[in-house]
Every structure is written in C-alpha cells, then in structure tokens.
C-alpha cells in the first residue's frame, strides 16, 4: 500500500510564498509520477503541476512562471514552491502519485492520493 502525505499548507498574503511538500513511501515511490492538483471552494479539481522520475514537467498555465514542481528521489518526496501567491489560488492542495509512467493531467491517471492541505491566500 502506497502512502501519500503532504504537509505545508497555510495562510499567507497575496505575493507571498509557500511552499508544500509531498512524502510517498513504498518501495517503488521514486519511479512513480508525482502530481499536484487542487480544488477550491464549489469547484471541480484541478491540474496543477507533474513531475516524472527523472525531473521531467509539466504545469497549469494559470501556474506557470510561478510555481516549481521538484523532486528528492532519495527522500521520495516532491516539492511545490509557490510564488507569487494570489487569492485566486487558494484551494485544498492535493499530492497524487501514479504508478503508470505516463504524465497524466487529469486526476483519474494517479493511483493513489493524500488528504490534502489548505493554501489559504488572503488579499
């Protein structure tokens, strides 16, 4: 069973910086794809960054130039430096992981999913 647990949410002021951290254990986590994804209040959830294995990305465009996706494979954990924070952005953060190599932007290519946390960006 794969685990994945994020941790970093909080409140901070528009323009402000967070970054979210993302730890998946099992023995294969390193080669898994790593995904960010979020859902803001009566909204559907979506897209926000991926990662591969070997460092390979791909980001929302109402994210790009703002936020970062990296991975510590030796820590199997993925990082999500958010930058340039606006209220727009806040939602429930998810970190998803994929067993399948494939990057996938849709929620329904990732296999398992943490609980989330709250990124909350006051104006």
């Known amino acids: 069973q794969v685990q994945v647990v994020e941790s970093g949410g909080g409140l901070v002021q528009a323009g402000g910086s967070l970054r979210l951290s993302c730890a998946a254990s099992g023995r294969t986590a390193s080669s898994y794809v790593m995904g960010w994804f979020r859902q803001a209040p009566g909204k559907e959830r979506e897209f926000v960054a991926a990662?591969?294995?070997?460092?390979?990305?791909t980001y929302a465009d109402s994210v790009k130039g703002r936020f970062t996706i990296s991975r510590d494979n030796v820590k199997n954990t993925v990082y999500l430096q958010m930058n340039s924070l606006k209220p727009d952005d806040t939602a429930v953060y998810y970190c998803a992981a994929a067993v399948a190599r494939a990057m996938s932007t849709m929620d329904v290519g990732y296999d398992y999913w943490g609980q989330g946390t709250q990124v909350t960006v006051s104006s």
């Open positions: 990662i591969r294995w070997s460092g390979v990305n």
